[in-house]
């Protein structure tokens, strides 16, 4: 099944805990991207990836980490979690601009 | 950058009624936008997407309109039914020069009232 796949689903964890959300997709997509869901301000951009070792900043990069060493993976690093950090979690994978984003179920995650 | 700004925030209809969605966004050159669906508790999903180069896309209840010296497009859909209740988010994007750089808009939350 085509599927963009993210762990965990939900994390609780303490403030400045070094922490990695996963995320992986089977669908030889070029495009991955993570994506911040909170009340009131839509999804907004964290990093994107147009292809294996290409990354760029969205609109709210800092705290936040990316690689893209293999074409399916493009994990999330959160160096020194930090309260406003607390959020609703999406990876997303797109074979090309123009097919619209694919997105993973999400990780809810909450820093205390 | 491209900003993109999303009109109303809430919407009640009528099952049977129409519903639009209208979103505004600033960058000229932006020449993709896609529409998402997100029912409560679940993942966006793509409904229809439209590019710059035409004016108008249909898929059977849905519509996307869009004008580019406006610097708007909308979602129009017709004979609302529960199901169609979401929240719906519009997006824009260069591709060409800023690839997978999707902005959204802020969302309107669509209740249809049986």
């Known amino acids: 099944e085509a599927q963009v796949t993210q762990n965990p689903r939900y994390l609780i964890t303490v403030t400045g805990k070094k922490l990695t959300v996963t995320c992986s997709q089977n669908?030889?997509?070029?495009?991955m991207s993570w994506y911040r869901q909170d009340p009131g301000l839509g999804l907004r951009q964290i990093y994107y990836s147009m292809n294996v070792e290409v990354t760029d900043k969205g609109d709210v990069p800092e705290g936040y980490k990316v690689s893209r060493k293999e074409k399916r993976n493009f994990p999330l690093i959160l160096e020194s979690p930090s309260p406003n950090q607390t959020s609703l979690y999406f990876c997303?994978?797109?074979?090309?601009?123009?097919?619209?984003?694919?997105f993973g179920s999400g990780t809810r995650l909450t820093v205390v | 950058g491209e900003n993109v700004e999303q009109h109303p925030s809430t919407l009640s209809v009528q099952e049977g009624d129409s519903a639009v969605i209208k979103c505004t966004y600033s960058d000229s050159a932006s020449n993709y936008f896609p529409w998402y669906k997100q029912e409560l508790g679940k993942r966006p999903q793509l409904i229809i997407d439209i590019r710059s180069n035409v004016g108008e896309k249909k898929d059977q209840r849905i519509a996307v309109t869009l004008n580019k010296t406006a610097k708007h497009f909308s979602l129009h859909i017709t004979e609302t039914q529960p199901e169609d209740s979401a929240v719906y988010f519009c997006a824009a994007t260069d591709i060409y020069n800023q690839g997978g750089k999707l902005i959204f808009g802020q969302g309107t939350e669509l209740s249809v009232k049986p």
């Open positions: 669908m030889n997509h070029e495009y």
């Open positions: 997303a994978s797109s074979r090309t601009g123009f097919q619209g984003y694919t």
